[in-house]
């Protein structure tokens, strides 16, 4: 491919790209381009010569998976590249065919259009803009996905290519792409369109990071004839090119269009696996005596909102306002985000669901053993029909949207539902009734306010209107209105060091809260 000097695009991109998506890039450069977010000042083209001698560098020394082939300038490129690949076969070829900016600038020259045309047909998958697949067909650029899909369905059938249509150079809500086959067999996968200017290197992105990952499906030995091999790997790199779309402007590079921010997901994902100890943990380094709420928490960084849903008393209020950043967090969060505005995907929910049913199996355990701790009867009942409660109700809404999608329950325990339940199981069965009954508030308490918040905003149609409907309803309200006054009742009559450690099994609670609606992101992304 051709160079960005500001790194946001052409063979630059590819190698962030490449390494993002678990894969080793090398690089053989074609066309010196002088460029940046604004645009293309000048291009210079190197002796083909000095291709071949890069070509002959890379080959002769290392096994290549996959290539991915972006700009390649002009008629004497595009032969020899295309020869050069006859003569040295590779499991698997994408190519960006780099003619027409999404802007409608030619990026090559109309002499070399045609030898690009037929090399084309001999990539095995191709990512076109909409310009560039309308000059492929020799028609006029599409206004619509579906007459996009329809100028790719031609064109696979007739050259035994998979055609990726990008439905980020379209303007519908849904911006994700859609891997075409040659039998017609069309695979979407969708993604949310983000209001930015960070766009630069998108094209040279999603191509390279394909290449990759269905570089390392083959080593793990698929087949590049099953479509979901392609499907796959077109998911993961949609998924994980939204996300550094979305971050780009973290980045403040550039005056014109920025790039888009390639290591996004590993940011994200270095801090959700991060060692380091919890704030509200580290309550020897603190003079937290129990005798007053201020001195029973460890206080937030950030100022608690109004809960739709007060606090009972003193107690509790320390609590909530202990746990304002995590509250903050869970709701900026993409998954609680995408739920309320209804485009968070199903494969997410499902893996949410699926955990969810997990979780209840032993959190209705943990309910029962309050229960049985509890020092009064409205306590001891409440946190007893719980435990059957959020077995049938919740089990119910489990149930129903399987059955609508058609998908099979995977009941298997993650990593972080796992430690929740644990710590639930430890707090409730081994320590006083207040620990263990500030241990299991959070799952009312969070869950409502998360339910109220995204029911305020609701629009028709979301596909997750049950699942909101139930933790803003007048029955849960009801039930999270007990729960924090059974909590608040237990403060008042528990010790100073009681209070301390029921604080702080709260607060982990409510870190797991975070950590298990964040789960599936890490999970599947």
Same mark, same amino acid.
């Given at each position: 491919?051709?160079?960005?000097? #500001?790194?946001?695009?052409? *063979?630059?991109?590819?190698?962030?790209?490449?390494?993002?998506?678990?894969?080793?890039?090398?690089?053989?450069?074609?066309?010196?381009?002088?460029?940046?977010?604004?645009?293309?000042?000048?291009? &210079?083209?190197?002796?083909?010569?000095?291709?071949?001698?890069?070509?002959?560098?890379?080959?002769?020394?290392? $096994?290549?998976?996959?290539?991915?082939?972006?700009?390649?300038?002009?008629?004497?490129?595009?032969?020899?590249?295309?020869?050069?690949?006859?003569?040295?076969?590779?499991?698997? *070829?994408?190519?960006?065919?780099?003619?027409?900016?999404?802007?409608?600038?030619?990026?090559?020259?109309?002499?070399?259009?045609?030898?690009?045309?037929?090399?084309?047909?001999?990539?095995?998958?191709?990512?076109?803009?909409?310009?560039?697949?309308?000059?492929?067909?020799?028609?006029?650029?599409?206004?619509?996905?579906? /007459?996009?899909?329809?100028?790719?369905?031609?064109?696979?059938?007739?050259?035994? #290519?998979?055609?990726?249509?990008?439905?980020?150079?379209?303007?519908?809500?849904?911006?994700?792409?859609?891997?075409?086959?040659?039998?017609?067999?069309?695979?979407?996968?969708?993604?949310?369109?983000?209001?930015?200017?960070?766009?630069?290197?998108?094209?040279?992105?999603?191509?390279?990071?394909?290449?990759?990952?269905?570089?390392?499906?083959?080593?793990?030995?698929?087949?590049?004839?099953?479509?979901?091999?392609?499907?796959?790997?077109?998911?993961?790199?949609?998924?994980?090119?939204?996300?550094?779309?979305?971050?780009?402007?973290?980045?403040?590079?550039?005056?014109?269009?920025?790039?888009?921010?390639?290591?996004?997901?590993?940011?994200?994902?270095?801090?959700?696996?991060?060692?380091?100890?919890?704030?509200?943990?580290?309550?020897?380094?603190?003079?937290?005596?129990?005798?007053?709420?201020?001195?029973?928490?460890? !206080?937030?960084?950030?100022?608690?909102?109004?809960?739709?849903?007060?606090?009972?008393?003193?107690?509790?209020?320390?609590?909530?306002?202990?746990?304002?950043?995590?509250?903050?967090?869970?709701?900026?969060?993409?998954?609680?985000?995408?739920?309320?505005?209804?485009?968070?995907?199903?494969?997410?929910?499902?893996?949410?669901?699926?955990?969810?049913?997990?979780?209840?199996?032993?959190?209705?355990?943990?309910?029962?053993?309050?229960?049985?701790?509890?020092?009064?009867?409205?306590?001891?009942?409440?946190?007893?029909?719980? !435990?059957?409660?959020?077995?049938?109700?919740?089990?119910?809404?489990?149930?129903?949207?399987?059955?609508?999608?058609?998908?099979?329950?995977?009941?298997?325990? !993650?990593?972080?539902?796992?430690?929740?339940?644990?710590?639930?199981?430890?707090?409730?069965?081994? /320590?006083? &009734?207040?620990?263990?009954?500030?241990?299991?508030?959070?799952?009312?308490?969070? &869950?409502?306010?998360?339910?109220?918040?995204?029911?305020?905003?609701?629009?028709?149609?979301?596909?997750?209107?049950?699942?909101?409907?139930?933790?803003?309803?007048?029955?849960?309200?009801?039930?999270?209105?007990?729960?924090?006054?059974?909590?608040?009742?237990?403060?008042?009559?528990? !010790?100073?060091?009681?209070?301390?450690?029921?604080?702080?099994?709260?607060?982990?609670?409510?870190?797991?809260?975070?950590?298990?609606?964040?789960?599936? $992101?890490?999970?599947?992304?």
């Amino acid at each position: 491919a051709g160079t960005d000097p #500001t790194g946001g695009a052409g *063979i630059q991109a590819d190698l962030k790209s490449i390494m993002a998506s678990h894969g080793f890039g090398m690089c053989v450069t074609t066309d010196l381009v002088a460029q940046n977010t604004c645009g293309v000042r000048e291009v &210079y083209t190197p002796p083909t010569s000095f291709l071949r001698a890069q070509l002959e560098a890379v080959f002769d020394d290392v $096994h290549i998976d996959a290539v991915k082939l972006g700009m390649l300038g002009d008629k004497p490129y595009i032969e020899l590249v295309r020869d050069w690949l006859e003569s040295h076969p590779v499991p698997v *070829i994408v190519l960006d065919p780099v003619m027409v900016a999404t802007s409608g600038d030619r990026l090559l020259k109309q002499s070399a259009e045609e030898a690009l045309r037929q090399f084309a047909a001999k990539a095995d998958i191709i990512t076109p803009n909409i310009p560039e697949l309308a000059v492929l067909c020799e028609q006029q650029p599409a206004t619509s996905f579906t /007459e996009a899909c329809a100028q790719a369905r031609r064109w696979a059938a007739d050259n035994n #290519t998979v055609v990726i249509v990008k439905g980020g150079h379209l303007t519908g809500t849904d911006a994700g792409n859609t891997a075409v086959f040659p039998d017609g067999t069309e695979i979407h996968v969708p993604s949310p369109r983000v209001d930015t200017s960070t766009t630069h290197g998108t094209g040279c992105s999603l191509s390279s990071s394909l290449a990759a990952r269905v570089g390392l499906a083959l080593r793990e030995g698929k087949k590049l004839e099953d479509h979901e091999t392609v499907a796959e790997a077109l998911a993961w790199t949609t998924h994980w090119l939204n996300e550094a779309i979305a971050h780009g402007a973290d980045l403040h590079v550039g005056k014109g269009h920025g790039p888009v921010n390639h290591a996004a997901r590993q940011y994200r994902m270095e801090l959700d696996s991060s060692a380091t100890p919890w704030e509200h943990m580290k309550i020897n380094e603190r003079d937290l005596d129990g005798t007053k709420p201020e001195t029973c928490v460890v !206080s937030a960084h950030s100022v608690a909102r109004k809960p739709w849903i007060a606090a009972a008393g003193k107690w509790t209020a320390a609590l909530w306002n202990a746990s304002a950043d995590v509250d903050n967090n869970i709701m900026r969060m993409p998954f609680i985000q995408a739920l309320g505005d209804g485009s968070l995907d199903e494969d997410l929910f499902d893996f949410y669901l699926n955990q969810d049913a997990e979780y209840l199996k032993r959190y209705s355990r943990a309910l029962a053993a309050c229960g049985a701790k509890a020092h009064d009867d409205k306590a001891r009942v409440h946190w007893s029909s719980s !435990s059957a409660g959020c077995i049938e109700a919740e089990s119910e809404l489990h149930r129903g949207w399987f059955k609508k999608t058609g998908q099979p329950m995977q009941p298997v325990c !993650s990593p972080v539902t796992l430690a929740y339940v644990n710590h639930l199981l430890a707090s409730t069965f081994g /320590e006083d &009734y207040v620990v263990a009954a500030a241990s299991v508030l959070p799952c009312y308490w969070l &869950y409502e306010e998360v339910g109220h918040v995204l029911a305020a905003a609701l629009k028709p149609g979301n596909p997750y209107y049950d699942w909101i409907e139930m933790y803003s309803s007048e029955g849960f309200d009801a039930c999270v209105r007990t729960a924090i006054e059974c909590v608040e009742d237990a403060f008042e009559k528990a !010790s100073p060091e009681q209070r301390v450690r029921a604080a702080q099994a709260y607060m982990t609670s409510c870190v797991y809260e975070y950590d298990f609606f964040n789960q599936a $992101h890490r999970a599947l992304r």
